[in-house]
């Protein structure tokens, strides 16, 4: 069997897709998203297209390793990218080559079903965003049955903050606690927006709402500057959705700088990597939580890797991760969770009529430009 095409796909906001098709007729599907970068990453498909065509496409290890280590310059969030998709791709034709899951080929699944966790919040105190946020609410629970819960503090955060706005924020976050019981578990996620004195003084805040974990307090560059966050606030720090490969990894795990690791099966280096950098976790007693805020694929992949590590706390899903019509069966959530997949690949059919329709340019889906009001200087998304 070899590879025979691969082509490219974008049909909505935040998805990209690559197909990759072999001479034997099986076809795989990778999700080549990096949110607010979509023209640099399809030209390093392309590039690499040119190397897989006419390869053996069961060999992923070995592709995995030639991507990663040729043509000298490593990493980065465009290269990762692209071989992240490819890599879902492989692992996809892999299972359908094999008839199982994916799952199977990678030391069978270690749980029945996988615990997902949705996005919610209460975005705002006033009676509109009340309701808006009860409605929400009602939807996934009645819908889902979910356990867990993330939300942001969202806005603006300068170095430091007056009291007026770290206690509307403290406010939201009991509010919801209050609303949801003491059953279900509540995250934030800080964006990697705050200081590392400002993250620990609002983290202090909400710890008696008893969060699950707050999320990038500070920003992804600086190991030392996390550890001095996670080692001052009484509950789990998480981290790692700008993270690649198990060597980027490598200091949060070492310095024991996080409790949980957030790879991201699109940037991270794929299924064989995400793979890896929770095995790696495991030795320090970490659990892995997988970032995926984009399309349905990358979700999909995800879940074959939470099924079968044993350091697996929780899956993101955001709502268009269930399948966004680009499935002709969508994920289903029940009681927090989605059944181990059983088809063979990653577990999905792609109704091909819909991916084939691009639908936007996307250049603002990150925000855009974004500065404070205050001074007009820049600030974080
Ligand atoms: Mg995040």
């Known amino acids: 069997m070899k590879i025979a095409t691969i082509e490219q ?78 890599d879902q791709a492989l692992w996809d034709i892999s299972g359908k080559h094999y008839g199982v899951p994916t799952h199977a080929l990678l030391g069978g699944a270690v749980r029945d079903r996988i615990r997902v966790y949705a996005h919610w919040g209460i975005g705002s105190l006033t009676d509109e965003g ?16 979910y356990t867990a819960f993330k939300a942001g503090p969202g806005g603006k955060w300068r170095g430091h903050e007056p009291p007026s706005m770290i206690d509307e924020f403290v406010e939201r976050a009991y509010l919801m606690r209050e609303w949801v019981g003491p059953d279900v578990e509540l995250a934030f996620d800080f964006h990697g927006k705050m200081t590392p004195a400002l ?39 998480a981290t790692g959705e700008r993270l690649l490969t198990r060597w980027g990894f490598r200091e949060v795990i070492e310095k024991q700088a996080a409790a949980y690791l957030q790879p991201d099966t699109s940037h991270a280096g794929g299924i064989t990597e995400l793979k890896k950098i929770a095995n790696m976790a495991e030795v320090y007693y970490m659990h892995i939580l997988p970032h995926c805020a984009i399309g349905p694929v990358a979700f999909s992949a995800s ?79």
């Not at 001479?23 to 607010?36: A, R, Y």
């Not at 009340?130 to 049955?145: C, E, I, N």
């Not at 074959?304 to 002709?328: M, R, S, T």
Request: charged share 25%; net charge negative; with cysteine.
């Open 130 to 145: 009340k309701a808006a946020a009860r409605q929400r609410l009602d939807m996934l629970l009645k819908k889902g049955g």
């Open 303 to 381: 879940m074959q890797v939470d099924a079968v590590v044993p350091n697996f706390l929780a899956q993101e899903q955001i709502d268009q991760g269930l399948g966004a019509g680009l499935f002709v069966d969508d994920w289903v959530v029940r009681d927090g969770h989605i059944d181990l997949p059983t088809k063979p690949g990653l577990g999905f059919d792609i109704d091909e009529k819909v991916a084939q329709v691009t639908r936007d340019e996307y250049s603002e889906e990150l925000g855009g430009e974004y500065f404070y009001e205050t001074d007009g200087s820049v600030a974080d998304w």
């Open 199 to 237: 993250a620990v003084e609002v983290c202090h805040e909400i710890k008696g709402m008893r969060p699950m974990f707050v999320e990038e307090p500070i920003p992804q560059e600086n190991v030392d500057a996390l550890k001095q966050v996670a080692d001052k606030v009484p509950f789990p720090i």
């Open 9 to 86: 796909f974008f049909p909505l906001p935040r998805v990209r897709l690559v197909k990759i098709t072999t001479d034997s007729g099986i076809s795989g599907w990778g999700e080549t998203t990096l949110e607010g970068k979509p023209q640099s990453v399809v030209a390093a498909v392309d590039e690499l297209a040119q190397y897989f065509v006419g390869k053996d496409p069961l060999r992923i290890e070995h592709h995995w390793q030639h991507v990663y280590r040729s043509a000298f310059f490593r990493g980065g969030n465009v290269l990762m990218t692209a071989l992240s998709g490819i």
